[in-house]
């Protein structure tokens, strides 16, 4: 039983090695593209003006006109 047990062993510790040889060796050689996100300029264009209007509207009367609405982001 205890040599079952000492090969279980030795073959995971292998796969465990042999696994992270092989990640070192493809980020060596084949590194992963970078993507460049670009911000759209123009915010306008992607909310209609009746939602921004729903918004200022909403946080002028929650903050009893105190607040202003600086930028609109989608989470």
Sequence with gaps: MAVGMVTV???L???V???NVII???NKYFPGVETV???RTQ???RSSSGKIAAIV???DIITNG???VAKITKV
């Design 43 to 45: 915010p306008s264009e």
């Design 13 to 15: 510790w292998l796969v």
């Design 17 to 19: 090695i042999i696994g």
């Design 24 to 26: 070192r060796i493809t």
């Design 66 to 68: 105190n607040g202003h």
């Design 37 to 39: 996100k670009t911000q």
């Design 9 to 11: 062993f030795v073959i």
């Design 57 to 59: 509207a909403a946080v």
